[in-house]
């Protein structure tokens, strides 16, 4: 069912936010992170992901070194599950927690995801090269965030040039 979270300002803690399950009637709390709290998850799961590769890089030194093959072999094949695992928890990660919610290989009975507010913010395209100026529309923003983001971005594009019209200008 959706549900609107309000997500706590940056700098401040998490929050925890609780939601009646329409299925099942069981109260659920989850934790609710800020826009800056949810980007240093998701770079905690991508250092864990790359540790994987880390893993992965050790144990072929191990089995090259031929010191202890049995350990090289378990570094060799626990390196790519760990980061695999962990990538996918980064590219999972909304900021949401609680229920095994964002977990990856889990397939939670109560989990929450998040989909990006709408937002009245036109593409910006250039309709002669198709050159486009990007900004971000994550759920996991806020959309006073977007907005500051929207506003840059269409800065940059008012200063694009485009080469489809020899190099005369914007748009």
């Not at 609710?32 to 050790?58: D, F, H, K, N």
């Not at 927690?97 to 937002?119: D, E, L, M, Q, R």
Request: glycine fraction near 12%; include cysteine.
């Amino acid at each position: 069912m959706p549900w609107e979270i309000v997500r706590p300002d940056d700098g401040l803690p998490a929050a925890r936010r609780s939601v009646r399950c329409r299925a099942c009637g069981k109260e659920l709390t989850f934790t609710v992170y800020s826009v800056t709290g949810t980007g240093r998850r998701q770079a905690r799961w991508r250092a864990s992901a790359w540790g994987g590769l880390g893993t992965l890089v050790a144990g072929v030194a191990v089995l090259f070194s031929g010191a202890i093959v049995g350990v090289g072999v378990a570094l060799v094949i626990a390196g790519p599950i760990l980061g695999l695992v962990f990538g996918t928890a980064a590219s999972d990660e909304v900021g949401i927690s609680g229920h095994g919610n964002g977990f990856p290989v889990t397939n939670a009975k109560h989990s929450v995801t998040a989909s990006p507010p709408p937002h009245d913010l036109p593409d910006l395209t250039c309709t002669r090269c198709g050159h486009m100026e990007e900004f971000p529309r994550a759920a996991y923003f806020r959309d006073d965030y977007v907005r500051e983001q929207y506003e840059a971005a269409r800065d940059r594009f008012a200063r694009h040039v485009c080469l489809a019209s020899g190099g005369t200008g914007p748009k």
